[in-house]
């Protein structure tokens, strides 16, 4: 009995000592879990910050008035004014267009020819915040037929700064293909973004709305980032960059950058292999599929695809739009010389914020413009009167020309445009143009087939520029009038007596025209080519104009009579 005692009191002390020893080593690990959480602490402890925007800054088109807050961009700054609710508030922010039947009318410039299959923008917004963070999320409250935005970039720029950078850079966060959403109700779009080296608070939105049924409605923006740079973005995101085109014939070694050697076989020795044998149309041809940034580098290869890339032929269409974040002037420099045949040419977006400057842009066209017949430059923010003093001095054969959305613009400038007789297509959406300038235009550019005339404000009687048109644009094929103030019955009997070759004519939110009068009859009795007519918000359309057009206008194709209050009797 005693050894059995002595024994069990043996293992008992065992136990009792094992405790001991696993109580203090477990006491020595919560020691130093305590230290280390006290080093922990002496750091800065990072925390994010949520934004929403402070002030839109620019934007490409919006559904709205210039001149209230009913579906304007600027609705997209500050807290949500709808979300979480869906459907159509005025309280959002809306862009111009919706659905692909913009881009077929007839009045569309054709799309240009090597534009990047990953380029879906078709509308931008830039929205400003607060503070400088090193994005973690981007939140945009879509409350309408969600699924437009397709791309969303941050920009190095402090906008509120009196110190810019030297360098302004735009990083690409996140993009995508247009998609159309499975419900048009509200939701939260917050995809993956990338890390980014620097801090910002300006963002761009890009949108493509062409596979949409209906205008897409934006409420907010959050931006959510943290004030510390994140170890993840010490590396800098590589970027096309456009801007470096420079391809000297020192740096382009004489045995070429594409030697395809031949094997035992054939003892012929071809510095650039088989390329040597091809006609010179067929390489033409190959390296014309090629964007512009793939054939600038195409050229610096060897000497005989440096022939072929800065051949002149192959600029005779060029588009610069996908590329606004790294053009600059040093960029049409170096494109100069290749661009002496240019013909057509699309600037559209490009050289805000000093990028392109006034003297870059007039050397250029200088240069090159001698036989364009084509030139978009749409929400180019650093054009002068200079700029447009040297296109009509030297573009004398531009017969299509995009001023939308350059509302710098001074009204004095447009004068100008009348010296530019050949003109068909002239687009001054949203612009300062007023109305001696614009019947300037219209005396001495009687060719004119296609008229953008929308939300430009400051032009003060429409009656005499409808006038004007009856008078000298009988070739006019399109009219866009959207939210003209003052037109009238007697303006418009005169338009369609006048321009009865109209295939698309948009009076969207002419509130002057009253159907009382007789004034929609009488236009679908004047304009039996009528393809597309807006009547947008009209709110005095009847059954008795509807039924005048469907007599009369066999040809139309798009009808806009949105927010109409109608009996359809006839159908």
């Keep these: ?3 059995m005692l002595t024994l069990l009191s043996m293992f008992y002390y065992i136990c009792l000592r094992r405790r001991s020893r696993s109580g203090t080593r477990s006491e020595a690990l919560g020691s130093r879990r305590a230290v280390e959480l006290g080093q922990r602490s002496a750091l800065p402890i990072t925390v994010e910050i949520e934004q929403y925007g402070k002030e839109v800054l620019d934007f490409s088109s919006h559904y709205g008035s210039e001149n209230s807050m009913s579906y304007t961009m600027w609705n ?6 709808v979300y979480p609710s869906s459907g159509d508030f005025t309280q959002t922010a809306v862009f111009r267009t919706y659905g692909s039947w913009w881009e077929q009318c007839t009045s569309t410039a054709s799309p240009f020819r090597r534009t990047p299959p990953n380029f879906h ?15 973690t999320a981007v939140e945009v409250l879509e409350t309408y037929h969600p699924g437009a935005v397709v791309r969303i970039l941050a920009c190095s720029l402090n906008p509120f700064s009196q110190n810019p950078p030297a360098d302004v850079r735009w990083e690409v966060l996140w993009a995508g293909k247009p998609n159309k959403a499975l419900t048009p109700q509200a939701r939260q779009f917050s995809p993956s973004i990338r890390q980014i080296s620097f801090a910002s608070n300006l963002l761009r939105l890009e949108v493509n709305n062409t596979l949409l049924d209906y205008y897409t409605e934006l409420d907010a923006v959050i931006l959510r980032g943290v004030r510390e740079r994140p170890i993840l973005a010490l590396y800098k995101i590589p970027v096309i960059d456009i801007s470096d085109l420079s391809d000297s014939e020192e740096e382009i070694s004489d045995a070429g950058g594409l030697c395809c050697r031949s094997g035992g076989e054939n003892r012929h020795n071809l510095g650039n292999g088989y390329f040597e044998r091809l006609p010179y149309e067929l390489i033409q041809l190959i390296v014309s599929h090629l964007p512009v940034p793939d054939l600038c580098r195409l050229a610096q290869s060897c000497k005989l695809f440096h022939k072929h890339c800065c051949d002149p032929l192959q600029y005779i269409q060029l588009s610069l739009q996908p590329y606004w974040a790294q053009l600059t002037d040093a960029s049409l420099s170096h494109l100069q010389s290749r661009c002496t045949l240019l013909q057509r040419l699309n600037m559209s977006w490009t050289g805000n914020r000093g990028a392109v400057t006034a003297a870059g842009f007039c050397s250029f066209m200088k240069a090159c413009g001698l036989s364009l017949v084509c030139l978009e430059l749409s929400c180019c923010h650093f054009l002068t009167e200079a700029c447009l003093e040297v296109i009509a001095q030297t573009c004398q054969c531009l017969q299509e020309l995009n001023l939308a959305s350059c509302d710098r613009l001074q009204p004095q400038t447009f004068n100008l445009i009348a010296k530019l007789p050949n003109l068909r297509r002239l687009v001054l959406y949203r612009t300062k143009v007023e109305q001696s300038a614009i019947l300037s235009i219209l005396t001495f550019c009687p060719e004119l087939r296609h008229l953008n005339l929308g939300s430009c404000v400051m032009i003060e009687d429409y009656d005499v520029v409808a006038s004007m048109l009856s008078a000298r644009c009988r070739s006019l094929r399109s009219l866009d009038l959207w939210r003209c103030r003052n037109l009238s019955e007697r303006g418009l009997a005169e338009l369609v007596s006048g ?3 109209l295939e698309e004519l948009d009076l969207g939110w002419c509130s002057t025209l009253q159907s009382s009068s007789g004034c929609f009859q009488h236009l679908a009795r004047s304009l039996p080519r009528l393809r597309k007519l807006f009547l947008t918000a009209n709110r005095t359309v009847c059954d008795s104009d509807l039924e005048e ?3 009369n206008c066999s040809a139309l194709e798009h009808l806009d009579i949105l927010g109409e209050i109608i009996l359809f009797n006839f159908f």
Excluded: K
């Design 1 to 3: 009995m005693f050894p």
């Design 76 to 81: 997209l700054a500050g807290v949500p004014n």
């Design 121 to 135: 923008s078709l509308d931008y917004l830039e929205l400003a915040f607060e503070e400088p963070v090193y994005p």
């Design 499 to 501: 321009c009865r070759l």
């Design 549 to 551: 057009l469907a007599a």
